[in-house]
């Protein structure tokens, strides 16, 4: 049984481009959450996704968007990167509502 | 700032040692979780506690919840050198449904 996959697993980008990273949740998983993590500190919650739509929204630009496909799988897309946006990005997957997280190794992104 | 805050930043202890780390959040929640991450890496789901629950066990780890305190303890007994990583506590709000907040965490630190 596979778990939270993730891709690809480092990126660099250059400061104003657009970057979009992808997830496949846990099978039989239909929720994905979507964090952002920087040196140091805590997961931060970006968005959401069920049923193919934003469920919830934690305190990002909108330059933050994301998509959910008929098979569960999700991609996260920033628009116009700062060097703020330098952090490994981790995608979740769960089963139900207020369940444990199944995480995925992450994607590291560096802006330069 | 964060929901939930970690406590210590940091913990350095010898194997065999048990270690306490406290998470303090701020509003009421469904739930609260404990998860471990190495390395910078994805983060592993190690228990579940629910605000009706005051103590919870798995194997090594023993996590208690306190709701009049709004706060949560994390004790891994008989530290092994494979229990080094960042331990955070996630806590699931009780009007928002399945975004958690995360805290700074807590990185231990176990010493052969």
């Known amino acids: 049984d596979a778990g939270v996959t993730q891709s690809p697993t480092h990126l660099i980008k250059t400061r104003g481009q657009q970057v979009t990273l992808r997830c496949s949740p846990k099978?039989?998983?239909?929720?994905v959450s979507w964090y952002q993590q920087a040196l140091g500190q805590g997961p931060q919650f970006i968005f959401q996704?069920?049923?193919?739509?934003?469920?919830q929204r934690g305190n990002f630009p909108d330059r933050f968007s994301g998509h959910q496909f008929p098979n569960y799988s999700s991609e996260l897309n920033v628009n116009a990167l700062l060097l703020g946006d330098s952090a490994l990005y981790l995608c979740?997957?769960?089963?139900?509502?207020?369940?444990?997280?199944?995480f995925g190794p992450g994607t590291r992104l560096t802006v330069t | 700032s964060q929901q939930g805050e970690e406590d210590p930043q940091a913990l350095s202890i010898q194997e065999g040692e048990n270690a306490t780390m406290n998470c303090s959040y701020k509003t009421s929640i469904n739930n609260l979780q404990w998860y471990r991450q190495n390395s910078g890496r994805g983060l592993v789901h190690l228990i579940l506690i629910r605000s009706n629950e005051r103590e919870k066990h798995s194997g090594r780890l023993r996590v208690t919840l306190d709701t009049s305190k709004k706060s949560s303890s994390l004790l891994i007994t008989a530290s092994r050198a494979a229990d080094t990583a960042s331990y955070f506590c996630?806590?699931?709000?009780?009007?928002?449904?399945?975004?958690?907040?995360f805290g700074t965490g807590t990185s231990l630190t176990v010493i052969p």
């Open positions: 979740a997957s769960t089963l139900k509502a207020g369940a444990e997280q199944y």
């Open positions: 996630a806590t699931d709000l009780s009007n928002t449904g399945n975004q958690f907040y």
């Open positions: 996704y069920y049923e193919e739509e934003e469920r």
């Open positions: 099978s039989g998983h239909d929720t």
